[in-house]
């Protein structure tokens, strides 16, 4: 027990000082044109970091389940769909579990942002062709403008849901019915989260605000 609660407090202590770094950072290249790329480069450089295929994960936490279900995503995603995992790698070549308040593709950093780690490795895996989408759109000239917003969302959740339900089909071990009932159930899920409409300002902003609620807990409870 005693191992434990040692072990809790050391990766805590390890926790607030990356993030304080984090934040002084930005602070301090706030004014900079380069703000973007100097805040993440310096906030990948504070992660701990793991290879994967030409993918490079990383995660502030050192966290070890985040790492673990990654690699098993990618490697999902690898085995349902190669041409979606080499575009993937290609345009989305970092995962970073780095708690900037929402999972989202950053352009300047040509990465995949994971704030919550999805336990579904079938879901991390569509979160993965999700953000590549964005990534492709973005790479094609088609901007994540506010005007475009929900167009832009809804054709990387047509992508995900794609991959998906071709993942369901290739089950050898599930029965049609089965696989029916999977396939509607995962479109009446996505059906109703896109009712959240999370692309609006007024979200995402209560969406960070609740991440940096629950990271603040985390940190000193």
């Given at each position: 027990m005693r191992s434990k609660d040692k072990e809790k407090k050391s990766n805590r202590r390890l926790l607030i000082k990356r993030i304080a770094l984090?934040?002084?950072?930005?602070?301090?290249?706030w004014p900079f044109?380069?703000?973007?790329?100097?805040?993440?480069?310096?906030?990948?450089?504070?992660s701990s970091r793991r290879t994967c295929n030409g993918f490079t994960l990383y995660s502030i936490e050192n966290n070890q389940i985040f790492f673990a279900?990654?690699?098993?995503?990618?490697?999902?995603?690898?085995?349902?769909?190669?041409?979606?995992?080499?575009?993937?790698?290609?345009?989305?070549?970092?995962i970073a579990h780095v708690r900037q308040g929402g999972n989202f593709y950053k352009q300047s950093a040509k990465a995949f942002y994971v704030d919550e780690v999805p336990d579904d490795i079938l879901y991390f895996a569509s979160e993965i062709v999700h953000e590549a989408t964005h990534?492709?759109?973005?790479?094609?000239?088609?901007?994540?403008?506010?005007?475009?917003r929900e167009r832009h969302?809804?054709?990387?959740?047509?992508?995900?849901?794609?991959?998906?339900i071709k993942s369901i089909k290739a089950q050898s071990n599930v029965t049609e019915l089965q696989k029916q009932i999977y396939m509607q159930q995962w479109k009446e899920w996505f059906q109703e989260?896109?009712?959240?409409?999370?692309?609006?300002?007024?979200?995402?902003?209560?969406?960070?605000?609740?991440a940096i609620k629950k990271l603040l807990k985390e940190l000193f409870s």
């Open positions: 984090a934040v002084i950072s930005r602070i301090l290249f044109f380069l703000i973007n790329r100097s805040y993440h480069v310096i906030l990948f450089g504070i279900n990654a690699i098993a995503a990618l490697n999902k995603l690898k085995e349902i769909d190669l041409r979606k995992y080499e575009r993937a790698r290609y345009l989305v070549p970092i990534a492709y759109l973005l790479r094609k000239g088609f901007r994540y403008y506010k005007e475009v969302e809804r054709i990387c959740v047509k992508e995900q849901l794609s991959f998906i989260h896109l009712t959240s409409e999370w692309w609006h300002n007024k979200n995402i902003r209560r969406s960070r605000f609740l």
